[in-house]
């Protein structure tokens, strides 16, 4: 049986080497791969978030640990039988419009999937519309927003907006994040919540589904 502390490990050093011969170890071993998936590779990638988010770590090696994580995933998850893994929620995350910056972006939708949401990742430069639209296709918990640019900020505001307009608003907690974003804009604009960093992404979401 291989060791799912190991696995944690070798995700918490960013080791993608040793993550994809764990991983091709355990499934040799015929171990439960939502068990090496949850705590083995999440169990680590959970750890690598609470080092960024005390600032223990820094975002190159979180991406790293993310790229170890995601290696050993790939060969679990086709193994999975549907519902073994289970989901905090449904993520749609998306930088606004006009606006192109997406590595935080991308550094909140890893430390979502390792937080156990399933994340639906619309990219960068996204309409209102597509927001809402992807929301509803697949059945979204949360609609959270990123801007980097103090000039796209109130592109957030328009998708609340929207929401209100469709009737929508109750259905999607939104949640908004970015350098120039504060608590207070978040709050002006009417959105659920307001998360600094990417760590703390990931206990809001939860907070929010939770209460």
Known sequence: MVSLEKIAQAVIEGDVATVKV??????????????????????????????????????????MCAKAMHAGME????????GQVDT???VVLGTVKGDLHDIGKNLVGMLMEAGGFEVVNLGVDIEAEDFISAAKENNANIIAMSALLTTTMLEMKDVIEMLEE???????????????VSQDFAEEIGADGFAPDAASAVDLCRSLLAG
């Open 166 to 180: 469709e009737g929508l608003r109750d259905n999607y907690k939104v949640i908004v994040g970015g350098a120039p």
């Open 22 to 63: 764990l991983a091709q170890e355990a499934i040799d071993a015929k171990m439960d791969p939502a068990d090496v998936i949850n705590n083995g590779l999440i169990a680590g990638m959970n750890v690598v978030g609470q080092r960024f988010k005390y600032g223990e770590m820094f975002v190159p090696e979180v991406l």
């Open 88 to 90: 905090s929620g449904k």
């Open 75 to 82: 060969p679990l998850k086709p193994l999975l039988v549907d």
